[in-house]
């Protein structure tokens, strides 16, 4: 159809109309203020990741499901109390943390996946997590690429301490479980105590399997102790699901203990074939805190007798004896579920975030990394109360905060030192913890370094979003 030429001027003015109200129409709608699918969404396209200024956003990234969910399931709810804690007394810069919690199903590459929607779509500042070292490798170099911090509760490889020397988080790591740079010496140490001399060792073949038996092998050997398959470490597939090989070949040379190294899932399939096959009759199993749940006798099994395979075994995992503990704990019976291992080390973590942003003033991930030595371990006021550290920053002064777990005093590489509980599993299958080991008072810790050997980020960083 052919439009007049006497209406042409009008039509214009008329669609031009149109065009304005339609677009006003489409802003209103999609106002950012306006209820939505929950979350903080950046209304600017030059929004970046390390978090923004609607407020700080923090992720976890845990073991739900998968060979660690035995151990982990119970994590996230205390990130969930420690952000609950500081929202109950104002929140962080003035404003409520949001938490955007995540899966890593105990698998690397689930865990990529999650981390990196928890940095690039989620925007969060800081995540606390992951759980297992292999994920955490990984989490961790998508931290640093989106400049996220991130604070991990139980990975302990050692990997993180040489790579973080190497400047390859730029800062943006951090954990406060030690490595088992200190735990390996903490179980070598049992193992002399207990009169052991000949030991062999089968590990997860995974980053923290192989780190720790890299460590323990070493220290155990500096304590005259000789580990029976050193020239042939026996490893298994994290992804396995029988392991006959395997433990005939850790078992092979006679070993008074053996060091299992292992995850719970599939180290409880193969400490059962050990027992069907005979092998680990008068042997005693030595487990790290990989294989510390309470579930993890059931999952191992009973003989025909009725008793616990691994009644007898020992073990060690991280203690918790921080200022905040008894607090803590309190806070935990809430719940009603029992308190497990390395649930002290997620709320100190989620802490950590939380007091480093407040301290630079700003709910970015730059501001956290460049603020999280200095509120874990520095020279301010010591504090163990989320709500009274929180109202010292805001006044201006400088803390070193006190956690659950320990004093959490990161060092250059985003380590921390702590004590070690020495467990041991019960006719009944419980686990009960029978002794400690602090390697700090035994002198077999380095001396922390004065200064990052990465690059410092900025103290007062831009805002980002």
Not at 283 to 297: C, E, H, Q, R, W
Request: charged share 20%; with cysteine.
């Amino acid at each position: 159809m052919t439009i007049p030429k006497s209406i042409q001027p009008k039509l214009a003015v008329v669609m031009a109309l149109l065009t304005t109200i339609t677009s006003l129409l489409a802003t209103s709608c999609t106002d950012p203020k306006t209820s939505g699918t929950g979350g903080t969404t950046p209304t600017s396209t030059s929004a970046t990741s390390g978090g923004d200024s609607q407020g700080l956003k923090i992720g976890s990234l845990l073991s739900n499901t998968g060979d660690l969910a035995s151990i982990a399931q119970p994590l996230p709810l205390a990130v969930k109390m420690a952000v609950e804690t500081v929202n109950g007394c104002g929140g962080i810069n003035g404003a409520p943390v949001s938490l955007v919690s995540e899966d890593d199903q105990s698998d690397p590459s689930a865990g990529t996946a999650a981390m990196t929607k928890l940095t690039e779509v989620d925007k969060v500042a800081g995540v606390v997590g992951a759980f297992g070292s292999g994920i955490s490798t990984a989490a961790a170099s998508v931290a640093a690429k989106n400049k996220v911090m991130i604070i991990s509760p139980g990975s302990t490889s050692p990997v993180f301490t040489e790579r973080s020397k190497k400047g390859e988080y730029q800062g943006y790591w951090a954990r406060t479980a030690p490595p088992d740079t200190y735990q390996a010496q903490a179980m070598a140490q049992l193992a002399i105590k207990r009169g052991f001399k000949r030991v062999a060792t089968i590990a997860i073949n995974n980053d923290y399997g192989v780190g720790f038996e890299q460590q323990f092998v070493t220290a155990f050997k500096k304590l005259g102790g000789t580990v029976t398959n050193e020239a042939k470490p026996t490893r298994y597939d994290a992804k396995g699901t029988t392991f006959s090989s395997e433990v005939k070949a850790a078992f092979e040379g006679k070993p008074q203990a053996v060091a299992a190294l292992v995850y719970p899932d599939t180290g409880s399939i193969l400490l059962k074939d050990a027992y069907e096959q005979g092998l680990s009759k008068g042997v005693t199993i030595m487990l790290p805190d990989g294989a510390y749940s309470p579930k993890f006798p059931d999952q191992v099994g009973k003989s025909a007798d009725g008793k616990f395979i691994i009644d007898g075994a020992i073990g060690t995992v991280p203690g918790a004896h921080g200022k905040a503990l008894e607090d803590f704990n309190k806070k935990w019976a809430t719940t009603g579920k029992p308190l497990t291992a390395y649930l002290q080390h997620t709320w100190d973590a989620t802490a950590l975030i939380m007091l480093a942003a407040q301290s630079a003033k700003t709910n970015t991930g730059a501001g956290i990394a460049s603020k999280i030595r200095e509120v874990a371990g520095g020279l301010g006021e010591e504090v163990s109360d989320l709500c009274q550290a929180i109202t010292l920053l805001k006044a201006g002064k400088k803390i070193n905060y006190q956690g659950a777990s320990g004093n959490v005093d990161i060092d250059a590489q985003g380590d921390v030192v702590g004590t070690y509980d020495i467990w041991q599993v019960q006719p009944d299958g419980t686990l009960k913890t029978i002794d400690q080991v602090n390697i700090q008072a035994a002198g077999a810790v380095p001396k922390v370094e004065a200064t990052p050997v990465v690059k410092p980020v900025p103290s007062t960083p831009t805002k980002q979003g």
